[in-house]
């Protein structure tokens, strides 16, 4: 057989949050069914997607692993666990627009931000986040995370200066993410000038 390969859903059902399984099988441009290259027999595959732009999309961890949250167009969000002792159900949510938590500078921070949510339990997590350049409107490069609570900073992470996909590493806790500049938390450099 050559290497050019379709690939055919042979058995299909929804979940909820559009999470849709195949049992798939390979097809060679012979006709010869194969397991799908990378894989030792046919079997299941499950493909996500969210029709609903901007919408929640969870996905439940039973093992250390990595989930993708495709929460807007060319907005996948990537999460990594490690250290998980049981299932973790994680809620990832995108909110566009000109925001800013309680003593930021919106002008200072691009126009979108993530809610997640779920406990950890003594796991640690990353996220690849890709977010839209559209929302980058910065007049200065962005170099940091802010992670927030009910509006007050809990955490900083630097991140890539000018990167996208922003990569945030030791994560311990879920909450709201805020992509920025580090000077955008007005609230920090105003308690210096006092």
């Given at each position: 057989?050559?290497?050019?390969?379709?690939?055919?859903?042979?058995?299909?059902?929804?979940?909820?949050?559009?999470?849709y399984?195949?049992?798939?099988?390979?097809?060679?441009?012979?006709?010869?069914?194969?397991?799908?290259?990378?894989?030792e027999?046919?079997?299941d595959?499950?493909?996500?997607?969210?029709?609903?732009?901007?919408?929640?999309?969870?996905?439940?961890?039973?093992?250390?692993?990595?989930?993708?949250?495709?929460?807007?167009?060319?907005?996948?969000?990537?999460?990594?666990?490690?250290?998980?002792?049981?299932?973790?159900?994680?809620?990832?949510?995108?909110?566009?627009?000109?925001?800013?938590?309680?003593?930021?500078?919106?002008?200072?921070?691009?126009?979108?931000?993530l809610?997640?949510?779920?406990?950890?339990?003594?796991?640690?997590?990353?996220?690849?986040?890709?977010?839209?350049?559209?929302?980058?409107?910065?007049?200065?490069?962005?170099?940091?995370?802010?992670?927030?609570?009910?509006?007050?900073?809990?955490?900083?992470?630097?991140?890539?200066?000018?990167?996208?996909?922003?990569?945030?590493?030791?994560?311990?806790?879920?909450?709201?993410?805020?992509?920025?500049?580090?000077?955008?938390?007005?609230?920090?450099?105003?308690?210096?000038?006092?």
């Amino acid at each position: 057989s050559d290497n050019t390969w379709s690939y055919t859903p042979s058995q299909s059902g929804t979940a909820a949050n559009g999470e849709y399984y195949f049992a798939s099988v390979a097809i060679d441009n012979a006709g010869n069914v194969e397991a799908p290259p990378g894989a030792e027999d046919p079997g299941d595959v499950a493909v996500l997607y969210n029709s609903a732009e901007n919408g929640d999309f969870a996905v439940t961890f039973d093992a250390d692993g990595i989930a993708l949250f495709p929460i807007a167009q060319n907005v996948v969000v990537e999460i990594t666990l490690a250290g998980t002792t049981g299932p973790v159900t994680l809620t990832v949510s995108r909110t566009p627009g000109n925001n800013a938590p309680n003593g930021f500078d919106p002008a200072k921070l691009i126009n979108e931000y993530l809610t997640i949510t779920g406990n950890l339990d003594g796991a640690t997590a990353s996220i690849s986040w890709p977010f839209d350049p559209a929302n980058d409107n910065l007049d200065v490069t962005h170099n940091t995370v802010f992670q927030t609570s009910g509006g007050n900073l809990i955490n900083v992470y630097p991140v890539g200066s000018g990167s996208n996909p922003v990569i945030i590493n030791g994560i311990t806790s879920f909450s709201d993410w805020w992509i920025g500049n580090n000077d955008a938390d007005v609230t920090d450099w105003m308690d210096l000038l006092d």
